[in-house]
């Protein structure tokens, strides 16, 4: 199995910045998409930004300019930089690693992300 962790979630106020690590380790093979996924109260939900393995990038509409993916495959991590937060990206923020080999997508525990106005 493939274990996932989320980290660097925190309190900002709008306008502010965080970056979220997020960190994949165990019986690992083949590693494609790394995405991070975000879930408001009462929301479904919803994909923020993907990033492949070779690098290729997308985004939600929402955090278009705001928002900047990255990853390291060396070591399995995918980072997620989050600029001029506004409080409705005030969610719980999830990091999922897709590895072809396993057929499936591996989910961490989520980080905390409140925007305060």
């Known amino acids: 199995q493939v274990r996932v962790m989320e980290s660097g979630g925190g309190l900002v106020q709008a306008g502010g910045s965080l970056r979220l690590s997020c960190a994949a380790s165990?019986?690992?093979?083949?590693?494609?998409?790394m995405d991070w996924y975000r879930q408001a109260p009462g929301k479904q939900r919803e994909l923020v930004a993907t990033?492949?393995?070779?690098?290729?990038?997308n985004y939600a509409d929402s955090v278009k300019g705001r928002f900047t993916i990255s990853r390291d495959n060396s070591q399995n991590t995918a980072y997620l930089q989050m600029n001029s937060l506004k409080p409705d990206d005030t969610a719980v923020y999830y990091c999922?690693?897709?590895?072809?080999?396993?057929?499936?997508?591996?989910w961490g525990q989520g980080t905390q992300v409140t925007v305060s106005s």
């Open positions: 990033i492949t393995r070779s690098g290729t990038t």
């Open positions: 999922a690693a897709h590895d072809t080999t396993w057929s499936r997508r591996f």
């Open positions: 165990g019986s690992i093979f083949n590693i494609n998409d």
